[in-house]
């Protein structure tokens, strides 16, 4: 694994980084445009104010990463780790991404708008939803154990294949939103009632 040279006023377009291992290294202001990331890692890494744009993030662990003010424009990840990310802090300008085969748990979105967001096959156990936009939003074959949906907004999202979520109908927006008849129990687990 090759070790990135410190440069926190960076600039790099259409560029690979494989392998690359950014957790010693400040990458505060630094700027990365249609750039992919194979196997990196960012564990614990400072992307302060970082701009990431049409990148990818393919087998990637940015668990811990820093992202206060950081900008993800129309950003893929793909069978990546991504534990504790506090998404809530990144720049909300431009907040467009897609998530597939990843694990974000204990990651948090809070009041952030992510309309339209592809979670696919994701782990989503402990997330933080509340008070977000999840309007359109897909779930698909995702685990939203423990995942927190509070003053969410989940018009027309998707969740007929989830599993193991909970959300209750009278502190969420709930209009147009698709659920599987075999998955219908998570919307009923604040009444404690037993269903067969």
Known sequence: MSTFVKNTNMYAENKLFDKTDFVKNNLTNAEFEQCTFVYCNFLHANLEKAIFSDCVFSECNLSLAIIDRTTFQNCTFTKSKI????FSESATIGLKFTFTDCDLSNSSFYKLKLQ???FKNCNLNGV???????DSCKFDLSNLEGTLFE???????????????SINPEINILKDANFANDNLAG??????????
Do not use: C, Q
């Open 151 to 165: 003053n969410t907004i989940l018009t027309n999202a998707d969740f007929r294949t989830a599993v193991d979520f």
């Open 116 to 118: 339209g967001t592809i």
């Open 128 to 134: 933080d939803f509340s008070e977000s936009n999840l």
């Open 83 to 86: 534990l504790g990310v506090l």
């Open 187 to 196: 919307l009923l687990n604040k009444y404690k009632i037993k269903i067969h």
